[in-house]
């Protein structure tokens, strides 16, 4: 059977492939993703965030020793007001990012990798990218302060989440919802068949 292994930290992305019937083995890819996306100051959007999700599979292709696995790497960034921003990582930015998003909407991109291991090497791969709209609620200063002090958005991309307390301030979305938790599953379905996966075949016993 196909190993499936998950290039991420994100408990987001782990929840949302067991909520859907994958069990997959956790790597993390040891990356700057900051410099690989100062590296591409320029390029649209879209192309970026599937850079970033290439890059972390490249580092995690000599790790993946299975006869036979498909390693899904993802990357999510929010553009919003002209401006693509990734995770703030300290308060100060969280608030900067939220009085600038707050009463407005933003496109929250997901670069998708989907990596055919075989024998421990890589025999093909399949790359795309997702795009959803998030219409941000108008909130006050005293809201953002008590949002940013629980830490949530601090390690978030676009500095909130969609199903946690970042909810509360989100006022609707127009897309795909599993691609804001961090991995599209139509998508992530559609590639795996590019590279002749059958997602029914990966699902665990239930």
Do not use: N
Request: proline fraction near 5%; charge should be negative.
């Amino acid at each position: 059977m196909t190993e499936v292994v998950l290039g991420s930290a994100s408990p987001a992305r782990l929840r949302v492939l067991r909520q859907a019937g994958l069990d997959p083995r956790v790597l993390v890819a040891d990356i700057d993703e900051d410099a690989i996306a100062d590296e591409l100051t320029g390029a649209p959007p879209a192309e970026i965030v599937t850079r970033l999700a290439v890059a972390k599979a490249d580092a995690l292709v000599p790790r993946v020793d299975a006869d036979d696995a498909v390693l899904l790497t993802c990357d999510s960034m929010l553009h919003i007001r002209g401006e693509l921003v990734g995770k703030p990582h300290t308060a100060e930015v969280a608030r900067e990012r939220w009085a600038h998003m707050s009463g407005h909407s933003g496109d929250l991109l997901t670069g998708h990798c989907v990596t055919r291991i075989r024998g421990g090497e890589p025999v093909a791969r399949a790359t795309d990218s997702e795009s959803t709209e998030i219409r941000f609620a108008r909130v006050d200063d005293a809201t953002v302060e008590a949002y940013v002090a629980t830490g949530e958005p601090l390690a978030v991309a676009g500095s909130f989440t969609l199903d946690g307390l970042g909810g509360w301030f989100v006022d609707g979305i127009d897309g795909d919802p599993s691609s804001v938790l961090g991995i599209g599953l139509p998508l992530t379905r559609r590639l795996l068949a590019r590279v002749d996966v059958d997602v029914t075949t990966l699902w665990s016993a239930r």
